[in-house]
């Protein structure tokens, strides 16, 4: 299975700010994935990334508010763009299946 | 459209107690099927899963089964103990395997 390292691990941030999560993969993956876990909530598909094309993303996800790079096949940053309180989640990002369906610890974010 | 519905909780049992937490889905084809769990404060982990009808995942003690004819996927575990305290997530994965639909979670607390 791959194993993804992700950071933060959690961060306190003004609103109005910004915040890039990372993921690093230690295998070259074709598909990445972002999810919102809202708190007590289940998790909601943000996006999808493929390495070089623009990122795929769902129903009431849009490109300004959570911009995404996918630079190579082994890493992909979601942007968490000018913050608000109700974007206070636990963020994370997750590989394609074929690679053994694990996910990233998470970036718990607090808004403030 | 592809769909789980997960025993709400919270549930709280006496350690040594046996544990089910029942979940259905909806959905086309031939899905994958997990078992999720979140410890305080960290991410996602991968319990077990079972890819196709009948078959048993297993792992730390806890076992589901893919019943296609009831489509479901009931989490179970013979004798709790304090440390299965967490939150657990039953999730499918679409027959092309790139997204996974989740459930709402359960919150299990077992007591001394």
């Known amino acids: 299975s791959a194993v993804i390292s992700q950071k933060p691990s959690r961060d306190i941030c003004q609103r109005g700010t910004s915040l890039t999560i990372q993921c690093q993969v230690d295998s070259q993956v074709t598909m990445m994935f972002w999810y919102r876990q809202q708190p007590g909530q289940s998790l909601t598909l943000i996006a999808t990334?493929?390495?070089?094309?623009?990122?795929?993303?769902e129903s009431g996800f849009v490109i300004d508010k959570f911009p995404i790079s996918r630079p190579n096949l082994t890493f992909s940053t979601l942007t968490v763009s000018n913050m608000s309180p109700e974007d206070s989640s636990i963020y994370l990002c997750?590989?394609?299946?074929?690679?053994?369906?694990?996910f990233g610890s998470g970036t718990r974010l607090t808004v403030v | 459209g592809n769909s789980v519905t997960q025993m709400e909780g919270p549930v709280t049992l006496s350690e040594e107690a046996f544990l089910t937490i029942n979940c259905t889905y909806t959905a086309t084809g031939y899905p994958s099927l997990f078992w999720y769990v979140q410890y305080p404060g960290e991410g996602l982990q991968l319990l077990l899963k079972a890819t196709k009808a009948d078959d048993k995942g297993s792992n730390k003690g806890f076992e589901a089964t893919y019943r296609k004819e009831t489509t479901s996927f009931h989490l179970e575990k013979g004798s709790v103990q304090v440390s299965d305290s967490a939150v657990y997530f039953c999730?499918?994965?679409?027959?092309?395997?790139?997204?996974?639909?989740f459930g709402t979670g359960t919150s299990l607390t077992v007591i001394p």
């Open positions: 999730a499918l994965s679409d027959q092309s395997g790139n997204q996974f639909y």
């Open positions: 990334a493929n390495q070089g094309s623009e990122a795929t993303y």
């Open positions: 997750s590989v394609d299946p074929s690679y053994g369906y694990t």
